[in-house]
């Protein structure tokens, strides 16, 4: 039980991480979720929202950090 402990923790600092993020983003005035490829549409009481851009420019960094993560690992 105690590496499940460690696991919950460790996932719950990294959604806390990725909150603040998300509020510094917001603060910053840079507009994830609106960005020009992410679909939306929009009806009487329903939106369906599609973040394409979004997530391929999040991909893109995750993947970046992760590559110079395993540099200086070697």
Do not use: K
């Given at each position: 039980?105690?590496?499940?402990?460690?696991?919950?923790i460790?996932?719950?600092?990294?959604?806390?991480?990725?909150?603040?993020?998300?509020?510094?983003?917001?603060?910053?005035?840079?507009?994830?979720?609106?960005?020009?490829?992410?679909?939306?549409?929009?009806?009487?009481?329903?939106?369906?929202?599609?973040?394409?851009?979004?997530?391929i420019?999040?991909?893109?960094?995750?993947?970046?950090?992760?590559?110079?993560?395993?540099?200086?690992?070697?």
């Amino acid at each position: 039980m105690f590496g499940l402990g460690r696991i919950l923790i460790f996932f719950g600092l990294l959604l806390v991480v990725i909150g603040v993020v998300v509020i510094l983003f917001n603060r910053l005035n840079i507009p994830l979720g609106r960005l020009p490829g992410d679909l939306t549409w929009r009806g009487r009481g329903w939106t369906v929202s599609f973040p394409l851009a979004t997530s391929i420019l999040i991909s893109v960094l995750l993947t970046l950090l992760l590559w110079v993560i395993s540099r200086f690992r070697r």
